[in-house]
């Protein structure tokens, strides 16, 4: 099985630094799990204006691909303005309407305020339930203060969350299969 972490911010280290954890934790669980980080401060992804995959370079193609070939995935994103960064909504607007058919979608989200734990099911969710994917009831936010400066999650209780988040979906993709 692929597991596929996407990092949702185009600055910083938190995000990823957040779906690593859910990759390890992954591979502890059971070390068959194969796992791949985009972490899109490292990707060029085009701009999506409406038309197609088609009309896109290489390399957007082969992220939205590494995507759709995943047996499952999770998603992290920095709470900007209640909601999800721009960065990660563009690239699910590549994706085709059953893009997350028979998957499970994850959800990390990563603020600077408790009073938006809920951004993940409010914002992000919906969007993954779209696009058919099935999101376990575990979701994980966690405060920025979580982190070092260099980024570094220093939270026991956050590392936890994420080790059960990890738990939950290759529970619930088992069970798919
Ligand atoms: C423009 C901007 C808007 C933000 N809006 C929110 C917000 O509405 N709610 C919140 O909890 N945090 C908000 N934050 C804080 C970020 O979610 C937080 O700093 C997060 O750790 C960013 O991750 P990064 O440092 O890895 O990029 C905002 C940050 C920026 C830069």
């Known amino acids: 099985m692929k597991l596929v972490g996407i990092s949702g911010s185009l600055v910083g280290a938190k995000i990823s630094e957040a779906v690593f954890h859910v990759l390890s934790a992954a591979k502890a669980i059971d070390s068959n799990i194969q796992t791949d980080l985009i972490d899109l401060k490292e990707e060029e992804v085009e701009l999506f204006h409406g038309p197609s995959l088609a009309y896109y370079d290489q390399h957007t193609w082969d992220i939205v691909n590494r995507i759709t070939t995943a047996d499952f995935i999770v998603f992290a994103t920095p709470i900007y303005q209640a909601s999800i960064s721009g960065a990660l909504k563009n690239l699910l607007d590549f994706m085709p309407q059953d893009a997350f058919k028979g998957k499970v979608t994850?959800?990390?989200?990563?603020?600077?305020?408790?009073?938006?734990f809920l951004v993940g099911e409010y914002?992000?969710?919906?969007?993954?339930?779209?696009?058919?994917?099935?999101?376990?009831?575990?979701?994980?936010?966690?405060?920025?203060?979580?982190?070092?400066?260099?980024?570094?999650?220093?939270?026991?209780?956050?590392?936890?969350?994420?080790?059960?988040?990890?738990?939950?979906?290759?529970?619930?993709?088992?069970?798919?299969?």
């Open 106 to 116: 994850g959800i990390v989200t990563v603020g600077g305020s408790g009073k938006h």
């Open 123 to 177: 914002q992000l969710k919906p969007i993954l339930s779209y696009l058919k994917g099935i999101v376990p009831t575990n979701t994980v936010f966690i405060h920025n203060k979580s982190f070092t400066e260099e980024g570094d999650l220093e939270d026991e209780q956050a590392e936890r969350r994420l080790h059960k988040l990890a738990e939950e979906m290759i529970a619930l993709q088992k069970g798919l299969k």
